[in-house]
Structures are given as C-alpha cells and as structure tokens.
Nanobody
Framework: QVQLVESGGGLVQPGGSSRLSCAASGITFSAYAMGWYRQAPGKQRELVARINRGLGTIYADSVKGRFTISRDNAKNTVYLQMNSLKPEDTAVYYC?????????WGKGTLVTVSS
C-alpha cells in the first residue's frame, strides 16, 4: 500500500520560514519524481516545486528564490524549505509521487501565513 504522509504545516508569520516533509512508503522512492503542489481556498491545485530522479528541479515562478525542494532517497523523504513566506502562500500543500505509469498523492498539510 502506497502512503505519502506530509508533516510540518501550521501557522507561520509573514516573512517566516517553515519546512514541510513527506515520508513515502510502498514505492521504490528513488524511481519516482517527487513534487509539492498547493491549493488555496477557491483556487485550483498548482505545482509548487518538483524534483526528478536525477535531482533536477523546477519551481513555480511565485516561489523561485524563496522555496527549495530536496529529497533524501535513503529516508524516502522529500522536503520543501519555505522562506520569506507571504500570506498568499497560504494553502493546503500536497506531496506527489509520479513515475512508472503511476501517480500518488498525500492527504495534504495546511500552511497558514498570517500575523
């Protein structure tokens, strides 16, 4: 059974930092591209950042220079370091694993950026 479990969400002040983690099980983690997506209230889910098997990364323009995605294949975990957070970063953040013809999602973790 495939599981992606996100952690690290919560309330953060504007300008602050937070790190999200996503622990994967039930997949050959190193064979999958891993991504973080987010969905704000009333908006569609959007890609935040993605890291492929070769450690290449892509970022949404809105987070470039502020967010960093990384992965630890030994721990089957992908991370999203978020700095200089803004109120518009408020959303539910979802972990995604894609590859080998499959696509898996976590249940999400809420990040609220507010004073």
């Amino acid at each position: 059974q495939v599981q992606l479990v996100e952690s690290g969400g919560g309330l953060v002040q504007p300008g602050g930092s937070s790190r999200l983690s996503c622990a994967a099980s039930g997949i050959t983690f190193s064979a999958y591209a891993m991504g973080w997506y987010r969905q704000a209230p009333g908006k569609q889910r959007e890609l935040v950042a993605r890291i492929n098997r070769g450690l290449g990364t892509i970022y949404a323009d809105s987070v470039k220079g502020r967010f960093t995605i990384s992965r630890d294949n030994a721990k089957n975990t992908v991370y999203l370091q978020m700095n200089s957070l803004k109120p518009e970063d408020t959303a539910v953040y979802y972990c995604n694993a894609g590859g080998l013809g499959s696509d898996y999602w976590g249940k999400g973790t809420l990040v609220t950026v507010s004073s």
